[in-house]
């Protein structure tokens, strides 16, 4: 997805990041101390360089034991806080990861229906996996690298002084040099992060749909097409990464170069004969080590100005997503003993978002234009119309996916923002035109949500009226059968009965169908009518059909045209006004 983004400044972005860490502050503290052991045994080392070259120099033979030794406790040492140190801090990026993933998939699932529309899931995946991923790696690198490098460079550099403060001071002088070449690339490295970040959610966004599409791929030999646009998203990706690394290798070069130069200039220096006279021998090795030693974890941190600006710029964009406005929820009415009184007052509404200007509302077309009608409680209204014609549409304005421009919605004489959305959805039974169903047994898909603890007799009850039961007994397990990725494994009409089911267990006031018996054969659908009949007396019902021979018992039927409420009345009212309902009857059954 392309992040249309407020920048903050690296820095708040990282401060937000360690605010994940604070309470695993302990742990940091642990591995802190690990890097710490392993930073002072780099120093130690260099130390016992020199303790070795005047003990040999010296004919000191006897302290051979003591030098053995202690190079093994050294290493030992060494490694043992390496491990904890590393272990400490991989634990807590971890749980650093685990916490934003979960934050944002929390985030995700109360965000508003545009976020759904506007975003596909693959780049809403690959931000889960991959970028939270880059920020475990931005996290526990750089805090090791920064920590345990920074400690052996601050390490080596008080043994250094030791030895030579002068020599040392010399050393110091490259230091600048170095930090102006990292400033300098600093920002170009966000940017190319950003763009691979938006590449990778790119590649998983056309898998994805070719992944879902795979049928039409195949029948309409879609596979050049897919193949080229495929391997337009890799290219673009790979040039990114290639960007990237080259940008990397570049700066590590030039700042080794820096350090090669500050090494010379010493070397130069210190082999001065008068300078030389005034160290041991063991003194000067020990301290052309430590300089030696000094240059690697000095260019590690200068690398890792790279991963933090990946991380960063990962985080960026997983913030940015979790700073989206949840769905507003300011009301505070509750829906007690809803009676299911539905009213349309001068409803407009039109889609888009005014926060982005390629879906700007302001420029699209009004889907509903100025509908005024009332469904009374207790009784069954139909909306009809051509197909495009907004009944989806207004069917969703009462479940509040979406609100109205203008105009409002009443229930039972409440205005629809008045009521917490909570309760008004705790109210509506819905069945989708597009059928969601979840990679789980048929049983836990009719008793949804929290309708989980459902009695068994509820659930078998509800699929009987549903006729669930007509083909769930036939199956091995019965409702406990597993039905694949969105009930892959079943007919579109035995998922549609699986959604009528889990519509007539939450047995709510209000009943919204949207084409719920589309798919179904004409004995399935004429028992399910039978059974909606029941569920129908005393509730609210709002159905959705083409088929109109399926809503002539309605109270009442609205037909709308283009957004527009043509007329309405009842099935015999409609016929003898001779209008786009009459018309649309004897065009024959079907509608579209
Ligand atoms: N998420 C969306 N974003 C933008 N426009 C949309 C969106 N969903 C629907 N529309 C547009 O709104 C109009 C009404 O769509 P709607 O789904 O309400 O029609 P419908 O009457 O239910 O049609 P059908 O009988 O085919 O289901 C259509 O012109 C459609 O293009
Ligand atoms: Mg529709």
């Not at 710490?36 to 005047?54: N, P, Q, T």
């Not at 990962?314 to 929820?329: G, K, N, R, W, Y």
Request: charged content about 20%.
């Amino acid at each position: 997805m392309s992040d249309d983004h407020r920048s903050d400044s690296a820095t708040q972005i990282y401060l937000r990041l360690l605010r994940y860490m604070r309470p695993d502050l302990n742990l940091l503290i642990l591995g802190f101390i690990g890097f710490m052991v392993y930073a002072a045994c780099d120093s130690a080392f260099a130390w016992w360089m020199k303790e070795l070259v005047d003990s040999i120099e010296g004919g000191l033979s006897h302290r051979r034991w003591e030098l053995a030794l202690v190079i093994i406790v050294i290493f030992l040492l060494r490694g043992l806080g390496g491990i904890g140190g590393g272990y400490c801090t991989e634990y807590v990026a971890r749980r650093v990861i685990n916490k934003l993933r979960h934050e944002m998939f929390n985030h995700i699932l109360r965000l508003p229906c545009e976020f759904y529309e506007k975003y596909s899931s693959g780049s809403v995946l690959a931000k889960m996996i991959y970028n939270v991923e880059q920020v475990a790696s931005a996290s526990t690198n750089a805090l090791r690298i920064i920590v345990r490098g920074g400690l052996t460079v601050v390490g080596l550099l008080i043994f250094m002084f030791y030895i030579n403060w002068q020599l040392s001071g010399l050393f110091l002088i490259i230091t600048p040099i170095m930090a102006l070449i990292i400033f300098l690339v600093s920002k170009r490295f966000r940017g190319l992060s950003r763009n691979i970040q938006n590449a990778i959610g790119n590649v998983s966004e056309r898998a994805g749909e070719v992944l879902k599409g795979y049928e039409v791929v195949k029948v309409f030999d879609g596979y050049d097409h897919e193949n080229s646009q495929f391997s337009k998203v890799i290219e673009h990706d790979m040039r990114q990464r290639l960007k990237l690394v080259l940008m990397n290798d570049f700066s590590t070069t030039l700042v080794q170069l820096v350090v090669a130069i500050g090494l010379s200039s010493l070397i130069l220096i210190a082999m001065q004969p008068k300078i030389l006279l005034s160290m041991s021998a063991g003194e000067f090795v020990s301290f052309v080590t430590a300089a030696g030693f000094i240059t690697r974890p000095i260019l590690q941190l200068t690398q890792v100005n790279a991963i933090i600006q990946q991380g960063v710029a990962a985080a960026d964009s997983i913030f940015h997503v979790m700073d989206l406005p949840l769905e507003q929820d300011l009301g505070h009415s509750k829906l007690e003993n809803c009676r299911g009184d539905i009213e349309f007052s001068g409803i407009w509404f039109r889609y888009g978002d005014d926060q982005d200007s390629s879906t700007r509302k302001t420029d699209r077309k009004w889907v509903i234009e100025g509908v005024n009608f009332t469904i009374p409680a207790g009784s069954t209204c139909a909306l009809v119309g051509r197909s495009g014609s907004g009944k989806t549409t207004l069917a969703r304005l009462v479940a509040r996916f979406n609100d109205p421009d203008k105009g409002e919605i009443r229930i039972d004489g409440i205005p629809a923002p008045e009521l917490s959305i909570a309760s008004l959805r705790q109210n509506i039974a819905l069945v989708n035109q597009n059928i969601s169903l979840f990679n789980a047994s048929i049983a836990q898909n009719i008793a949804y949500g929290a309708m989980k603890e459902a009695s068994r007799e509820n659930i078998i009850q509800a699929a009987e009226h549903a006729q669930v039961m007509e083909f769930a007994s036939h199956l091995p397990d019965g409702l406990d059968t597993q039905i694949g990725e969105a009930g892959i494994t079943l007919s579109g009409g035995q998922r549609q009965r699986i959604a009528i089911a889990r519509a007539f267990l939450k047995d709510a006031p209000i009943l919204i169908l949207d084409e719920a018996t589309s798919a179904l054969d004409n004995n399935s659908e004429r028992l399910i009518q039978e059974a909606l009949r029941h569920l129908m007396v005393n509730r609210t019902s709002l159905i959705i059909a083409h088929r109109l021979s399926t809503i002539e018992n309605a109270d009442q039927i609205v037909v709308l045209d283009e957004g527009k409420i043509a007329e309405s009345g009842t099935h015999e009212e409609l016929l003898s006004l001779g209008g786009h309902y009459a018309q649309m009857h004897e065009q024959g059954d079907e509608v579209s």
